[in-house]
């Protein structure tokens, strides 16, 4: 699989492979995490979240992973399909302020 | 269960003008979040309201106002529209209470400013 260790705008895979896609957090005091998925011409859709008691979650297909030491969130996608090529954004929030977004890798799958 | 509606997809309105998109959140959901997406700045938080009552704001000029309905839909305002203002506005629906839980993203109004 392909991973990015730095956050990237662009991350290019070929069908089947697995991808990791990386985002550094900005707050400390940050409790929830959040990645989305964002196709053309919709709004973003909810893939998974993890609460900052927890460092990894696992999803269909997606897992997150949290490292509070280096604020570090990463979301891994198994047997990337063509179907997962979109833009993908990770928000953070504290309890009862709004979602911040990083600013979003594009994940292009070729098959 | 319907997902977030907003109204219009799409608008063209002129420098000066102002405008009003609306949303319709999920059945139930209480908290109403308004977001701006440029490519040159990303997703920006607008504000957020909860129970007709505005509970967070971002960092955007009084031309951007909200408010919410008793039925929790939602409407945004821009007045004397700007040529930058021209974005997707998004809005995302969550129930509001208890500790944090998942926003769900309507499709978003494309506005276009001429």
């Known amino acids: 699989g392909e991973s990015v260790g730095l956050h990237l705008p662009t991350l ?9 896609i990386n985002c550094a957090y900005s707050n400390s005091a940050s409790d929830y995490f959040i ?24 999803g269909q297909r997606v897992t ?5 030491t280096v604020k570090h969130l990463s979301l891994q996608i198994a047997a990337t399909q063509p179907g997962d090529s979109a833009v993908y954004f990770c928000a953070e929030t504290q309890a009862g302020t709004a979602l911040i977004f990083g600013k979003g890798t594009t994940l292009s799958v070729s098959s | 269960k319907a997902g977030v509606t907003q109204t219009p997809r799409y608008l ?12 319709s959140p999920i059945s139930g959901h209480r908290s109403v979040s308004w977001y701006q997406q440029t490519p040159g700045q990303g997703l920006q ?11 967070n704001k ?4 009084g031309r951007f106002s909200g408010r919410q309905f008793s039925n929790s ?9 700007e ?3 021209s974005a997707l506005y998004l809005c995302a629906s969550s129930p509001g209470t208890g500790k944090n839980t998942e926003a769900f993203f309507g499709q978003g109004t494309r506005l276009t400013v001429v």
């Not at chain 1, 290019?12 to 990791?20: A, C, L, P, Y």
């Not at chain 1, 989305?36 to 927890?54: A, L, V």
């Not at chain 1, 997150?64 to 509070?68: D, E, P, R």
């Open chain 2, 45 to 55: 938080f607008l504000f957020e309201y909860f129970s007709e009552t505005q509970r």
């Open chain 1, 12 to 20: 290019s895979v070929q069908e089947g492979d697995n991808s990791i």
């Open chain 1, 35 to 58: 990645w989305y998925k964002q196709e053309s011409g919709k709004g973003p859709q909810f893939i998974i979240d993890i609460r900052s008691n927890m460092d990894k979650r696992q």
């Open chain 2, 73 to 81: 839909r939602s409407e945004m305002n821009v007045s004397t529209l």
């Open chain 1, 64 to 68: 997150v992973l949290l490292n509070k």
């Open chain 2, 58 to 61: 971002g960092n955007f000029p």
């Open chain 2, 83 to 85: 040529l930058g203002d």
């Open chain 2, 12 to 23: 063209i309105k002129t420098r000066g003008q102002q405008v009003t998109l609306s949303c």
